[in-house]
């Protein structure tokens, strides 16, 4: 059975930072595609970030130069690093996993696998207070 399980959500200032983990079992990430998405109440699910199986890392508009998408393959665990964070971030965050050259759509109805990619983690709460 495979399972993601993202940590590292909470509470913080307008302008702080976070860095969210991902970790998964019975699924490697360095050889499939990966994706950090969000979705706030009442908005469709976000995609804030992907690395692909073939290279490119892809960043939303809204936070290209604040977060960074990273992997540790010998942890098999995912990372988004944010940084100078906005009020309109807060959502839940969760990450995503595929076989590669699976797609990898920007909006989703809802981040689950029946809209989106095939394995979801439960998701991490940010609330960025101003």
């Known amino acids: 059975e495979v399972q993601l399980v993202e940590s590292g959500g909470g509470t913080v200032q307008a302008g702080g930072s976070l860095r969210l983990s991902c970790t998964a079992s019975?699924?490697?990430?360095?050889?499939?595609?990966v994706a950090w998405y969000r979705q706030a109440p009442g908005n469709e699910c976000e995609l804030v970030s992907a690395i692909s199986s073939d290279g490119p890392t892809y960043y939303a508009n809204s936070v290209k130069g604040r977060f960074t998408f990273s992997q540790d393959n010998a942890k098999n665990t995912l990372y988004l690093q944010m940084y100078n964070l906005k009020p309109e971030d807060t959502a839940v965050y969760y990450c995503a996993a595929a076989q590669a050259g699976s797609p990898v759509d920007v909006l989703l109805e809802s981040c689950t696998s029946y809209y989106g990619m095939e394995y979801w983690g439960k998701g991490t709460l940010v609330t960025i207070s101003s």
């Open positions: 019975g699924f490697t990430f360095d050889t499939s595609e």
